[in-house]
């Protein structure tokens, strides 16, 4: 492996010795969520960290000696290098905190958690949307906790799409393949130290794997890569981007997740005693635990019984695009010879992903997993309900409440959504220790004692910041494209830090409804026009490339940026990423959502808005439900667009523009600076992923990590 430090001198050889740990940190995202690490690699060269997009391995490899060399002399620089060096081995080394020695005590090997996605990092751009950063932050804040976990993904290396709009608006997609010797990942090497190559077992033509490894701090995540000369050209292409459209190259992607993933793991001698399915792609991974019971002696309902007692899974969405469901002419081009194995007939075996509701659309990976799962939830209270009514006709026997699909609601981490410089305002009114602490709910109620005064100064700055950011990236775009002038204006070139802002950025599937606010055109240009008290709004998000609505959604958004009836006050900035919605959800003053109910299972986007202290005006569902309390921001039901947008409308007239502009002599509008305070309070402990994967432990793990020893006891 490359931490090994041999290997790391030969990719870095220019690094010198005194200073070496840098590639060892580079190479662990540890360094993403500690801004202490991330200042190691700025103090070095800003303007390179910036060229790098914020991404140490990159950094390291183009930065000149000279550079290094003068750091590696630099008494100052030596001293901020051992002591986050020493903190980072530390908390690698360390032992598990109090919570996971809880877990270690039943004597069981890892959790493996298995998902289709991760939004981590910009630089690795593995992720679609929500469902990905719920995975990058559980592991995150697993490696925080010490929760012993291995995860399973792909390396996809053209990411899910990257975003190019076109001057009459229409969403297209720019060819950008991974550099991947230039991303903080690793490749994992065979004892002849090469790239360990696994075979996907039971497929014929075979489809081999070339396995990754990312370091999330402690809990190593394994990334399948097909696209290796061993492949034929079809087959390279099965990780080539997410959620690929073609229903069978889908179903070879979820063979190669669920089946090629748990033969990596054998492979690299990782024995797992729970499983957790983050939705229902990788879910096969689940036969393959059944069948390997099975070859040992077996039956298949023992076998059935033991994986499901030790198997967590959770449904995302309730939207039925979220749903895979395979035909069966498909399942048996590729599982024919599986049945047997399992001791199954087809139709006894097919009828395991039958959803009861429509039994000839095909086999349902998410009623599948429901099935054969013990230990089920949905993301948010509202969405078990939700997930409850969708799914009960699985359980014809038993009343809806008694439908075993409970709900954990999704939480972020804390330390990746929240802006350094809150951080810091954070440190000096919560006490230093808040970030350890901060599931606590006792810790923010502190939050009062930060002089209004230094919150929106704080708060000021960080919006500067968007803003500059947004004007960077068109003055970019104007320079190296030629692009039209309009394209400049449509980038946001004409937004004004004083205006009230408000921001919306999230995937543009239909359901969420981005072009809601448009609803009544001469209403919103009231708005934006307003010479004293102006509105102004800022788009970002990426429709589905097989998603013709949801372009057409964007493009009648862009649109409205080039008109000069709205003033300039309206901005889309292309290419939504994991940065600019860092960007975004500090730096805006109100987040907006408004997705049709109940179709927005949690929502997290909002969180890291109202962490940061920018309130929520949202449609009660998902987590808002659970989040509002009249105080920290605003709600309304949903009853259609007419109504909803009527709503937003008057709440934006009657109450949040007029409470924006309240300043007062002081120059700080003391009353909305009250709002962002109860936001940041409601947020910091409930709906951390600190919080969510305490509930999973509490909730399921414990459970299934002491049914797992009970079986290998027996
Ligand atoms: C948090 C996040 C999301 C999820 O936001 P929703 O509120 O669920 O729509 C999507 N994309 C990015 C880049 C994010 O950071």
Same mark, same amino acid.
């Given at each position: 492996?490359?931490?090994?430090?041999?290997?790391?001198?030969?990719?870095?050889?220019?690094?010198?010795?005194?200073?070496?740990?840098?590639?060892?940190?580079?190479?662990?995202?540890?360094?993403?969520?500690?801004?202490?690490?991330?200042?190691?690699?700025?103090?070095?060269?800003?303007?390179?960290?910036?060229?790098?997009?914020?991404?140490?391995?990159?950094?390291?490899?183009?930065?000149?000696?000279?550079?290094?060399?003068?750091?590696?002399?630099?008494?100052?620089?030596?001293?901020?290098?051992?002591?986050?060096?020493?903190?980072?081995?530390?908390?690698?080394?360390?032992?598990?905190?109090?919570?996971?020695?809880?877990?270690?005590?039943?004597?069981?090997?890892?959790?493996?958690?298995?998902?289709?996605?991760?939004?981590?990092?910009?630089?690795?751009?593995?992720?679609?949307?929500?469902?990905?950063?719920?995975?990058?932050?559980?592991?995150?804040?697993?490696?925080?906790?010490?929760?012993?976990?291995?995860?399973?993904?792909?390396?996809?290396?053209?990411?899910?799409?990257?975003?190019?709009?076109?001057?009459?608006?229409?969403?297209?997609?720019?060819?950008?393949?991974?550099?991947?010797?230039?991303?903080?990942?690793?490749?994992?090497?065979?004892?002849?130290?090469?790239?360990?190559?696994?075979?996907?077992?039971?497929?014929?033509?075979?489809?081999?794997?070339?396995?990754?490894?990312?370091?999330?701090?402690?809990?190593?995540?394994?990334?399948?890569?097909?696209?290796?000369?061993?492949?034929?050209?079809?087959?390279?292409?099965?990780?080539?981007?997410?959620?690929?459209?073609?229903?069978?190259?889908?179903?070879?992607?979820?063979?190669?997740?669920?089946?090629?993933?748990?033969?990596?793991?054998?492979?690299?001698?990782?024995?797992?005693?729970?499983?957790?399915?983050?939705?229902?792609?990788?879910?096969?991974?689940?036969?393959?635990?059944?069948?390997?019971?099975?070859?040992?002696?077996?039956?298949?309902?023992?076998?059935?019984?033991?994986?499901?007692?030790?198997?967590?899974?959770?449904?995302?969405?309730?939207?039925?695009?979220?749903?895979?469901?395979?035909?069966?002419?498909?399942?048996?081009?590729?599982?024919?010879?599986?049945?047997?194995?399992?001791?199954?007939?087809?139709?006894?075996?097919?009828?395991?992903?039958?959803?009861?509701?429509?039994?000839?659309?095909?086999?349902?990976?998410?009623?599948?997993?429901?099935?054969?799962?013990?230990?089920?939830?949905?993301?948010?209270?509202?969405?078990?309900?939700?997930?409850?009514?969708?799914?009960?006709?699985?359980?014809?026997?038993?009343?809806?409440?008694?439908?075993?699909?409970?709900?954990?609601?999704?939480?972020?981490?804390?330390?990746?959504?929240?802006?350094?410089?809150?951080?810091?305002?954070?440190?000096?009114?919560?006490?230093?220790?808040?970030?350890?602490?901060?599931?606590?709910?006792?810790?923010?109620?502190?939050?009062?004692?930060?002089?209004?005064?230094?919150?929106?100064?704080?708060?000021?700055?960080?919006?500067?910041?968007?803003?500059? #950011?947004?004007?960077?990236?068109?003055? =970019?775009?104007?320079?190296?494209? *030629?692009?039209? +002038? %309009?394209? $400049? &204006?449509?980038? @946001?070139?004409?937004?004004?830090?004083?205006?009230?802002?408000?921001?919306?950025?999230?995937?543009?599937?239909?359901?969420?409804?981005?072009?809601?606010? #448009?609803?009544?055109?001469?209403?919103? =240009?009231?708005?934006?026009?307003? *010479?004293?008290? +102006? %509105?102004? $709004? &800022?788009?970002? @998000?990426?429709?589905?490339?097989?998603?013709?609505?949801?372009?057409?959604?964007?493009?009648?958004?862009?649109?409205?940026?080039?008109?000069?009836?709205?003033?300039?006050?309206?901005?889309?900035?292309?290419?939504?990423?994991?940065?600019?919605?860092?960007?975004?959800?500090?730096?805006?003053?109100?987040?907006?959502?408004?997705?049709?109910?109940?179709?927005?299972?949690?929502?997290?986007?909002?969180?890291?808005?109202?962490?940061?202290?920018?309130?929520?005006?949202?449609?009660?569902?998902?987590?808002?439900?659970?989040?509002?309390?009249?105080?920290?921001?605003?709600?309304?039901?949903?009853?259609?667009?007419?109504?909803?947008?009527?709503?937003?409308?008057?709440?934006?007239?009657?109450?949040?523009?007029?409470?924006?502009?309240?300043?007062?002599?002081?120059?700080?509008?003391?009353?909305?600076?009250?709002?962002?305070?109860?936001?940041?309070?409601?947020?910091?402990?409930?709906?951390?992923?600190?919080?969510?994967?305490?509930?999973?432990?509490?909730?399921?793990?414990?459970?299934?990590?002491?049914?797992?020893?009970?079986?290998?006891?027996?």
């Amino acid at each position: 492996m490359l931490q090994d430090a041999g290997l790391l001198r030969d990719r870095f050889p220019h690094v010198p010795d005194r200073i070496a740990g840098l590639g060892e940190l580079a190479y662990n995202l540890w360094w993403s969520w500690h801004p202490a690490a991330r200042m190691l690699f700025k103090m070095l060269d800003r303007p390179a960290w910036k060229e790098s997009v914020h991404n140490p391995v990159k950094m390291l490899r183009e930065i000149p000696r000279e550079i290094l060399e003068s750091a590696a002399g630099n008494p100052d620089y030596l001293e901020h290098y051992d002591a986050v060096l020493e903190r980072f081995h530390n908390e690698m080394g360390g032992k598990p905190c109090w919570f996971a020695e809880n877990i270690l005590d039943t004597g069981c090997s890892p959790i493996a958690y298995f998902s289709a996605e991760y939004g981590l990092h910009r630089s690795l751009p593995f992720y679609a949307g929500g469902l990905g950063f719920l995975a990058g932050d559980h592991l995150k804040e697993c490696s925080d906790l010490g929760i012993p976990l291995v995860a399973m993904g792909f390396m996809y290396p053209e990411g899910y799409l990257r975003q190019k709009i076109r001057v009459d608006g229409w969403q297209e997609h720019v060819d950008e393949i991974l550099d991947r010797d230039a991303a903080p990942i690793e490749r994992v090497l065979n004892d002849k130290g090469q790239q360990l190559v696994v075979k996907v077992p039971f497929i014929d033509p075979p489809i081999f794997v070339a396995v990754w490894k990312v370091s999330v701090g402690k809990v190593p995540l394994y990334l399948m890569d097909t696209d290796i000369e061993l492949n034929d050209p079809w087959n390279r292409l099965i990780s080539a981007h997410l959620y690929i459209g073609d229903m069978e190259q889908r179903l070879r992607q979820e063979i190669v997740l669920g089946i090629g993933g748990r033969e990596v793991l054998d492979t690299l001698g990782i024995r797992h005693s729970v499983l957790h399915l983050n939705e229902g792609h990788p879910a096969f991974a689940i036969l393959e635990r059944i069948r390997e019971r099975i070859e040992d002696g077996m039956g298949f309902d023992d076998a059935a019984r033991q994986v499901r007692d030790t198997t967590v899974f959770t449904t995302h969405t309730p939207v039925p695009a979220g749903h895979d469901v395979f035909p069966f002419h498909l399942m048996d081009k590729y599982f024919s010879h599986y049945y047997p194995k399992l001791g199954l007939d087809r139709d006894v075996f097919l009828q395991l992903g039958i959803h009861p509701e429509q039994p000839a659309a095909g086999f349902n990976m998410t009623a599948f997993a429901l099935r054969m799962s013990a230990y089920n939830n949905g993301v948010s209270k509202r969405h078990g309900e939700v997930a409850r009514k969708m799914w009960r006709s699985l359980w014809p026997d038993r009343k809806e409440e008694d439908i075993p699909i409970d709900s954990i609601t999704n939480g972020i981490h804390v330390p990746t959504w929240i802006e350094p410089k809150m951080e810091l305002l954070f440190n000096k009114y919560l006490g230093e220790s808040w970030l350890k602490d901060h599931d606590n709910p006792d810790i923010w109620k502190t939050v009062d004692d930060i002089p209004d005064e230094e919150l929106w100064q704080a708060y000021i700055w960080v919006k500067i910041k968007l803003i500059n #950011f947004i004007r960077e990236q068109a003055r =970019k775009r104007w320079v190296e494209e *030629r692009n039209s +002038p %309009l394209n $400049i &204006i449509a980038g @946001g070139t004409l937004l004004d830090p004083m205006a009230f802002t408000m921001g919306f950025a999230r995937r543009f599937a239909t359901y969420k409804r981005a072009d809601l606010i #448009f609803h009544d055109l001469d209403r919103l =240009k009231k708005f934006l026009n307003s *010479r004293w008290r +102006p %509105l102004q $709004i &800022i788009f970002a @998000g990426k429709a589905h490339p097989a998603d013709d609505e949801g372009k057409r959604i964007l493009q009648r958004i862009f649109n409205f940026t080039e008109n000069p009836d709205f003033a300039g006050r309206i901005a889309f900035v292309e290419d939504y990423d994991e940065q600019l919605a860092q960007y975004m959800v500090h730096g805006v003053d109100l987040w907006l959502n408004n997705p049709v109910p109940p179709m927005e299972a949690c929502g997290t986007s909002g969180m890291k808005a109202t962490l940061n202290g920018v309130p929520h005006l949202s449609i009660l569902d998902g987590w808002w439900i659970e989040g509002f309390n009249g105080r920290n921001g605003w709600g309304f039901p949903g009853f259609g667009d007419d109504r909803d947008a009527e709503a937003i409308y008057t709440l934006l007239e009657s109450e949040i523009i007029p409470l924006y502009y309240k300043i007062e002599d002081d120059g700080i509008p003391h009353q909305w600076v009250k709002v962002m305070k109860e936001a940041i309070k409601n947020t910091g402990a409930g709906f951390s992923a600190r919080r969510m994967v305490k509930e999973y432990v509490n909730k399921f793990y414990h459970k299934a990590l002491k049914s797992a020893a009970s079986e290998s006891a027996l």
